[in-house]
Nanobody
Framework: QVQLVESGGGLVQPGGSLRLSCAAS????????MGWYRQAPGKQRELVAS???????NYADSVKGRFTISRDNAKNTLYLQMNSLKPEDTAVYYC?????????WGQGTQVTVSS
């Protein structure tokens, strides 16, 4: 199990940017494919971006070209740079192993896109 703590969410206007961080415990983080998930009210949790231990990335069509996932294995930290945010990006964002969230879910970080 990897312990996960997300941060960096907030309220932002449409078109704005945010950078999310996920601090993970344990060196096992370095060999895992990790992902960012989000869950909007009344909707199922969805995987929006993932990154392999070697740095290969994959994105959901809804965020492709706007979001960038990255990782710093030396710091056991996962990032999600979100640009050109839209109201439909409003959700609680979580990090976990991908494509299945095999670790315990953290508390997530709320992202609200609104004018």
């Amino acid at each position: 199990q990897v312990q996960l703590v997300e941060s960096g969410g907030g309220l932002v206007q449409p078109g704005g940017s945010l950078r999310l961080s996920c601090a993970a415990s344990g060196s096992i983080f370095q060999i895992l494919t990790m992902g960012w998930y989000r869950q909007a009210p009344g909707k199922q949790r969805e995987l929006v971006a993932s990154i392999t231990r070697g740095g290969s990335t994959n994105y959901a069509d809804s965020v492709k070209g706007r979001f960038t996932i990255s990782r710093d294995n030396a710091k056991n930290t996962l990032y999600l740079q979100m640009n050109s945010l839209k109201p439909e990006d409003t959700a609680v964002y979580y990090c976990n192993t991908a494509p299945i969230g095999a670790s315990s879910w953290g508390q997530g970080t709320q992202v609200t896109v609104s004018s």
